[in-house]
């Protein structure tokens, strides 16, 4: 069962179970993936049960992730949204590095539009700098060049990446915002409160990281929670995710088929009351 979200601000209706292509590179991001084939198989399988939203960047990889979604997906079904992201780039050395001047934004939002075959995009997130936690530092000046990229018909919404709730506010006095991309999941839950005043403003929030990113969720209370429902840990932190609010679009990240499976399942569990307590004091 994947229940749907649509923003106020968008004339899209998102399934609330997405999936996230950042996997579908090499190891550490970077390059080609060790099994391309498998690669296309995740994204055409994940479609075919229902998802209608991908989210990736031209940084992935670099490149090779947008190019992998386009040879299996394009010409891209009618309700599916693919959301970028810009405002990194890749070094070299597989370094991850900001990249916002107008220059790099703009040439961000072309290497999408060429390595995924679209004219216009339909959403793209402002990725703010920032590794561990957002810097907080004002947005104005990112902003203004993709407000003249949607101006020039090359985006059609915008979204937020990495950012606190005064980034939020302050981008909400420039322009409508339709999703905000934050790390968040059962153990690391900053945006508690950015979650519910987006939610009552009809804004998406994406959490990255869903399941943890590179070190995945461990916990007694999770693997306690698992063996009860006869699920798995995975399934649980996705569905405690979208219980958490109704403006939760989850995007758990897969290389695997069988593990793009399991994620989707999760939209079918149920959590009790007594179980999203016990998952809440994690
Ligand atoms: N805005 C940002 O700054 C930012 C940062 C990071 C990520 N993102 C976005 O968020 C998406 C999700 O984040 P993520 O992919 O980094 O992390 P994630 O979804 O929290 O976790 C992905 C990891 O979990 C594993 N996994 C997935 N399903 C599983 C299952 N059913 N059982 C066991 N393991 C499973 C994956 O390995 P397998 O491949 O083996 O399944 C992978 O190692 C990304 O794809 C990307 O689009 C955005």
Redesign the pocket.
Same mark, same amino acid.
């Given at each position: 069962m994947n229940q749907q979200y649509q923003p106020k601000h968008a004339d899209i209706v998102f399934n609330r179970i997405g999936y %996230?292509?950042?996997?579908l590179a090499g190891p550490h991001v970077w390059g080609p993936p060790k099994d391309r084939a498998a690669a296309l198989a995740v994204l055409r399988e994940a479609v075919e049960r229902g998802v209608n939203h991908i989210? $990736?960047s031209d940084f992935y990889g670099p490149h090779v992730t947008n190019q992998i979604i386009r040879e299996a997906l394009h010409p891209y079904r009618d309700d599916l949204t693919i959301v970028t992201?810009i405002g990194y780039r890749r070094g070299d050395d597989q370094s991850w590095l900001p990249a916002a001047s107008a220059q790099e934004l703009r040439a961000a939002v072309h290497d999408n539009l060429r390595n995924l075959g679209l004219e216009v995009l339909d959403v793209v997130n402002y990725?703010a700098p920032g590794a561990a936690a957002p810097d907080g530092q004002p947005l104005a000046e990112p902003l203004s060049v993709l407000l003249r990229m949607k101006k020039e018909g090359l985006i059609r919404h915008i979204g937020l990446?990495?950012v606190t709730a005064e980034q939020v506010k302050e981008a909400q006095q420039l322009t409508d915002i339709v999703c905000v991309?934050n790390q968040y999941n059962l153990a690391h839950r900053g945006d508690d409160a950015l979650i519910d005043t987006l939610a009552a403003q009809g804004i998406a929030y994406v959490p990255?990281?869903?399941? %943890?990113?590179f070190s995945?969720l461990q916990s007694e209370a999770l693997t306690r929670t698992a063996a009860a429902l006869g699920a $798995?840990t995975?399934q649980v932190a996705l569905a405690w995710l979208l219980q958490r609010a109704p403006n939760i679009l989850v995007?758990? %990240? $897969?290389?695997?088929l069988a593990?793009l499976r399991?994620?989707l399942a999760a939209g079918a569990l149920q959590l009790d009351p007594a179980t999203i307590a016990a998952l809440n004091a994690i």
């Open positions: %996230g292509a950042m996997q989210d $990736t992201k990725r990446s990495n991309q990255f990281f869903p399941l %943890g990113g995945p $798995t995975i995007i758990p %990240g $897969t290389s695997s593990h399991e994620n």
